[in-house]
């Protein structure tokens, strides 16, 4: 428990020492100086959006503050190894209200050592788990660089959701981990409060995770994002591409952009070219074009699953649709693509353009427009396409021949 009193008294006299009047320190936190009155007299505690503000000005730690007492200068602590736990403690509160769920599987709150999650499914005879890690790559530099921070949220989230859907599953719980160098509240606060969205926007919860500081491995300011996913599907209504076969269809679902793969060649491009993230692309500068969120696929889906229409289904990211599709493809079958019926975007007109980039490294770094596959039966097709195009375009691409390679294209991508 805090001592009013003790903690009044530490700010009192820390701030004389400062050589500050409470007028003087109320200025530099912008606010009055009866607030800095009434923690002085022990009638009111500095709430958690100036505690570490009011720490920089007093010369000690947040932790130091919250004690009521300075920490010893000849011994070591974990305050002045850069880990303020107190100021985290904090943090942590300010971060339960987002991780607050209405879902009734999620059996209890922040503070426990782990999360607890129902996984009665009554309905489901045979109920499969599917697992899923992912990161933001190397968009989440680009997003802390140019103000991204709950966006690049949405980015993992969606990623990881689209990852597990492909397989007929329904997105449950996730588990977040943010690695820093430093705690800096409102930015941890914006991440946290990201990626609880996105997963509300993918019908899932937010159930807990991680948030470590590591002064000595990572540097003040940067941020380590990774989440994991477990969803749930009927073992019978797995879709993993087995009930493909010759005459199918392959639809292309749109994507908005690079999604989150990409980035380390865009990158490249930005070092050699600066000007280039202001320029504008279809109404909207460079920067703003490459930091669209990754598209959230579930919705547009989720209707179709257990109906036995969705042979199988390709996330498109990082080795674009040969290295993803193909991954669904059985062996003695193609997924023969039409390039030259490819929507491309004009961002991918621009990279192209812009980096002189070959059709092949287009294809393999890129999703040139296309977010998902979805492979159905012909005499389906018209109706998947109907539906999904409720959410996002969506359009025919190829067929499943017999042959050898799993993908194969025929054509060229039209960029005029």
Known sequence: ?????????????????AGMTQQQLAEKLNISFQSVSKWETGNAYPNVEILC???????????????GNEKSEDGLSYSKAGVDIAYTDTIKREMAKHLESEDKRVLNKMGAFASLYDIHFPTM????????????????????????????????INHLVNDIIVMGAKPLAVLDTIVCGNAE????KSLVKGIADACRENDCALVGGE????????????????????????????????AIQEGDVVLAVASNGLHTNG??????????APQIKLDKIDGMTF??????????????????????????????????????????????????????????????KYIKSSGKISDEEMLHTFNCGIGMNIVVDQKDAPSVIRHISKFYDCYEIGRIRSGEERVGFVNRLEWI
């Open 1 to 17: 428990m805090m001592d009013s009193i003790r903690v009044g008294n530490f700010i009192m006299n820390k701030r004389k020492e």
């Open 211 to 242: 948030t470590s500081i590591q002064p000595l491995v990572v540097d003040a300011g940067v941020y380590v994002l990774t989440s994991s996913i477990a969803g749930i599907v009927e073992k019978k209504d797995v879709v993993d591409g087995a």
């Open 185 to 188: 509240k409102d930015t941890i």
């Open 263 to 272: 980035y380390s060649l865009v990158r490249m491009l930005m070092d050699k």
């Open 125 to 156: 005879k045979e109920p499969v788990l599917v697992l899923k890690s992912e990161e933001p790559g190397s968009k989440q530099k680009l997003a802390m660089e140019y103000g991204y921070t709950e966006s690049i949220c949405h980015d993992m």
């Open 53 to 67: 503000d009011l720490a920089t000005a007093l010369g000690v730690t947040t932790d130091e503050i919250l004690a």
């Open 287 to 348: 920067i703003e074009q490459i930091m669209k969120p990754h598209t959230p696929y579930y919705k547009a889906v989720k209707d179709l699953f257990g109906q036995g229409i969705l042979h199988g289904m390709a996330h498109i990211t990082g080795g674009g649709i040969e290295g993803n599709l193909g991954r669904v493809i059985q062996e003695g079958l193609t997924a023969q693509i039409d390039l030259s019926k490819i929507r491309l975007l004009p961002i991918f």
